[in-house]
């Protein structure tokens, strides 16, 4: 298929300083856990994009000196030379598919906690970070200013010398360039403090050095937040925005501009939750007015039309973007080639960078489960190995987990029947997309395995989507034919209370019950449901925020009973702030540190886990350690709602592996458990355990997952094979 021709304006080459990229399309810096010490996974993730289609490839945030050490983070580095040959094993790579190399210069200040390093950084003023906890920074006088700029100097030197073609002096997210520019943060007198021009100052220094010392053989780009969104006291695109880009852009061949602060960066990296694409668009409209360079930016872009339509109304000249590429690193070369239909689209729930926020594991993603698995298993988003035999595989339970896992069977060649009592692919999917507020964009990842499974069976005629069939039993699985059967029957909500904090029921609770529901009960609507609505929270995660909204915007009035802190992973993902605001505009009351003891028709005991009798005792030989807690209290309600703990649906596994004896005789080599079934879990979880058994199931034990490559540091191998230093070298353990 032909791609459209509006979207041929994508693929012009960009003249970007000395360089050029390819077309439009450019992975702007994100983190994946990589650095600069895991260099076979930072050149493997990225030269699968330059793969792709992407023209210009960053690393994450490259710090330019010891002083700013972000551990417990992940960060790239150009600390030394060590760096430098690390990291050129990403551009060497990114270079053999004609795409440009780009790194970004990073130096914290206060944002930058010292874990490792344990030296005190440097600042405009001296303040402590509203980021990070109890780190501050020193006021940094007029030396330590030229000093601070010679760092980014010789990054840059460094960077060059590893092969990258686009040097960023990196100043969004409140980073240091940002600091100075701010008068959020600055507060000096002197040279370098008080009007705009002075603020301004260090920044346009120090691009200008940097151009000095690389300018003619590398781009040199700045990432600008145009608007901090703190009002006057940060910056304003209109004020400061315009101004400030006027003024440096003799010193910029490309621009790179995002709004928001690091405190709250989900402005920035905009959760679909809250944001649809292109949102930042109202604030980066206006730099393309003030400079004739290339200006990109990011907003989520998945689709190819928006995307076009941004370049040719003159708003961006290059189409910048993180998740989505991570979601389909073949993005562009799908739309260069027409194949609409098979781009992996970003679901936008943040979860890949949930991981730098809980501190630098590898990158994942829930549409694209090959992300961050590139170099340590060796998977390709678009390539998998031909079958290596013919069985036919069941897979039970179309949701996130059987779906990916029947899809990649078939693109594997293998005959497959996907079973199913929904007439719908997508399990629990279905339900929260379809009810939740603000999550109907999670759907893409149901879309995608849909469409491209219905291409599969036309062209597999043997393999089969048995959807709306009946529940399949024991016996049933045992007489269907297959040779493998892969159980992916999901989980759902416990309906007795049983929770993380007690590991027991809760007495009383019962979804039985007409006045208790259980969350699938409050999608299904066949339950009458109360004015008065308390949920109980012992969920880390989305449940209960999005009940507590749902329902307060149905006009209930709603109640957290909460013990676990509510929403705790939404903090990771950049969705709890605006998530919190929205539930106080419905006003719902959330009661922290509490839980229930017991419940009755119309109320509820609860206690505080911290109150009176909560200590951890040894009572003597026989006695709990955990004295009775004495401070309870009675709270009414109309209606209750379980979220409190799911269990695996594994009853058919349970069942086929008691009856291992038959298997042989019925022609079937194993039996696999996976995704929720397993155990319940994140999306993007699920899904990996799909593509991950669909890999490796032709290994004897493929319900345990093979080992991976690993890139360890290693005592007494020399980095420099002719020094008699003990140094270090990376190796590679499990090839």
């Known amino acids: 298929m032909a791609r459209d021709p509006q979207h041929d304006i994508l693929f012009e080459e960009v003249p970007v300083g000395p360089k050029t990229l390819k077309n439009r399309f450019y992975q702007t810096p994100h983190c994946i856990g990589a650095g600069s010490s895991q260099p076979g996974f930072q050149a493997a993730h990225r030269s699968v994009k330059a793969e792709g289609g992407w023209a210009g490839l960053n690393t994450e945030y490259c710090s330019i000196h010891p002083s700013s050490d972000d551990v417990m983070r992940i960060s790239a580095r150009l600390w030394d030379e060590g760096d430098v040959h690390n990291l050129r094993a990403m551009t060497d790579e990114v270079h053999k598919y004609g795409s440009l190399a780009g790194v970004e210069l990073w130096y914290g200040g206060p944002h930058a906690p010292q874990m490792e390093g344990r030296q005190t950084p440097l600042g405009p003023s001296h303040y402590n970070s509203e980021f990070e906890i109890g780190t501050y920074c020193k006021e940094a006088d007029e030396d330590e200013i030229q000093l601070l700029q010679s760092w980014y100097v010789e990054a840059a030197k460094r960077a060059r010398d590893a092969g990258f073609d686009i040097v960023y002096v990196y100043g969004a997210h409140s980073y240091m360039p940002l600091q100075f520019l701010s008068p959020y943060y600055n507060k000096r007198t002197d040279a370098y403090g008080g009007s705009f021009e002075n603020r301004a100052r260090f920044w346009y220094e120090t691009l200008e050095k940097v151009r000095e010392a690389v300018g003619g053989e590398c781009t040199i780009a700045t990432r600008f937040a145009v608007d901090s969104l703190y009002g006057e006291e940060g910056i304003e695109v209109e004020r400061d925005g315009m101004k400030f880009v006027e003024l440096v852009d003799p010193f910029v061949d490309l621009w790179d501009v995002n709004i928001g602060d690091l405190a709250e960066w989900g402005e920035d990296a905009g959760p679909s939750r809250f944001y649809r694409q292109g949102h930042q668009l109202p604030w980066q409209k206006y730099i393309k007015q003030v400079t004739g360079k290339p200006v990109l930016g990011v907003g989520r872009f998945t689709d190819a039309t928006k995307m076009a339509e941004v370049i040719r109304n003159g708003q961006l000249d290059i189409i910048g973007a993180a998740r989505p590429s991570i979601a389909d690193p073949f993005l562009p070369k799908k739309i260069e080639e027409g194949r609409y239909e098979d781009i992996r689209t970003c679901i936008g729930n943040n979860v890949c960078l949930s991981r730098w926020e809980i501190g630098g594991p590898p990158m994942v993603c829930s549409q694209n489960a090959t992300a961050g698995e590139e170099f340590r298993r060796g998977w390709h988003p678009e390539r998998?190995?031909?079958?290596?035999?013919?069985?036919?595989?069941?897979?039970?339970?179309?949701?996130?987990?059987?779906?990916?896992?029947?899809?990649?069977?078939?693109?594997?060649?293998?005959?497959?029947?996907?079973?199913?009592?929904?007439?719908?692919?997508?399990?629990?999917?279905?339900?929260?997309?379809?009810?939740?507020?603000?999550?109907?964009?999670?759907?893409?990842?149901?879309?995608?395995?849909?469409?491209?499974?219905?291409?599969?069976?036309?062209?597999?005629?043997?393999?089969?989507?048995?959807?709306?069939?009946?529940?399949?039993?024991?016996?049933?699985?045992?007489?269907?034919?297959?040779?493998?059967?892969?159980?992916?029957?999901?989980?759902?909500?416990?309906?007795?209370?049983?929770?993380?904090?007690?590991?027991?029921?809760?007495?009383?609770?019962?979804?039985?019950?007409?006045?208790?529901?259980?969350?699938?009960?409050?999608?299904?609507?066949?339950?009458?449901?109360?004015?008065?609505?308390?949920?109980?929270?012992?969920?880390?995660?989305?449940?209960?925020?999005?009940?507590?909204?749902?329902?307060?915007?149905?006009?209930?009035?709603?109640?957290?009973?909460?013990?676990?802190?509510?929403?705790?992973?939404?903090?990771?993902?950049?969705?709890?702030?605006?998530?919190?605001?929205?539930?106080?505009?419905?006003?719902?009351?959330?009661?922290?540190?509490?839980?229930?003891?017991?419940?009755?028709?119309?109320?509820?005991?609860?206690?505080?886990?911290?109150?009176?009798?909560?200590?951890r005792e040894y009572k003597g030989p026989g006695q709990s350690p955990r004295a009775p807690n004495q401070s309870h209290q009675w709270h009414e309600f109309d209606s209750l709602v379980l979220v409190t703990g799911k269990h695996s649906h594994n009853d058919l596994y349970r069942r086929l592996k008691a009856r291992k004896s038959e298997w042989e005789s019925n022609g079937i080599k194993d039996v696999y458990l996976i995704g929720d079934a397993l155990a319940p879990k994140m999306l993007a979880d699920a899904t990996f355990d799909g593509q991950r058994l669909a890999r490796e199931i032709e290994q004897p034990n493929a319900q345990w997952p093979l080992p991976f490559r690993r890139e360890v540091a290693v005592h007494g191998h020399p980095f420099n094979p002719e020094s008699t230093r003990p140094d270090y070298k990376i190796v590679y353990q499990g090839d």
């Open 384 to 615: 998998v190995p031909e079958a290596e035999s013919d069985d036919a595989i069941l897979v039970v339970g179309a949701g996130p987990a059987g779906s990916e896992c029947a899809r990649v069977l078939m693109e594997r060649g293998y005959v497959v029947h996907l079973y199913d009592q929904d007439e719908k692919i997508g399990g629990h999917l279905n339900a929260i997309t379809e009810n939740l507020p603000g999550l109907a964009e999670w759907s893409y990842h149901r879309d995608y395995r849909e469409t491209q499974l219905q291409k599969l069976v036309k062209k597999q005629k043997d393999s089969q989507l048995a959807l709306g069939a009946n529940p399949l039993d024991a016996d049933s699985a045992l007489n269907y034919g297959a040779d493998k059967i892969v159980v992916a029957t999901g989980s759902s909500w416990n309906t007795d209370g049983t929770n993380a904090l007690t590991h027991e029921p809760i007495p009383g609770a019962d979804a039985s019950l007409p006045h208790i529901l259980t969350p699938e009960q409050v999608f299904a609507g066949n339950k009458s449901i109360g004015k008065r609505v308390t949920i109980l929270n012992a969920d880390t995660y989305y449940m209960t925020p999005s009940l507590a909204e749902l329902l307060a915007s149905r006009g209930h009035e709603v109640t957290v009973l909460d013990g676990v802190g509510m929403g705790t992973y939404m903090e990771f993902t950049l969705e709890l702030p605006n998530q919190l605001r929205r539930l106080h505009e419905l006003e719902v009351e959330v009661i922290p540190e509490s839980w229930c003891s017991r419940v009755e028709e119309g109320r509820l005991e609860y206690y505080n886990l911290y109150g009176e009798g909560s200590k």
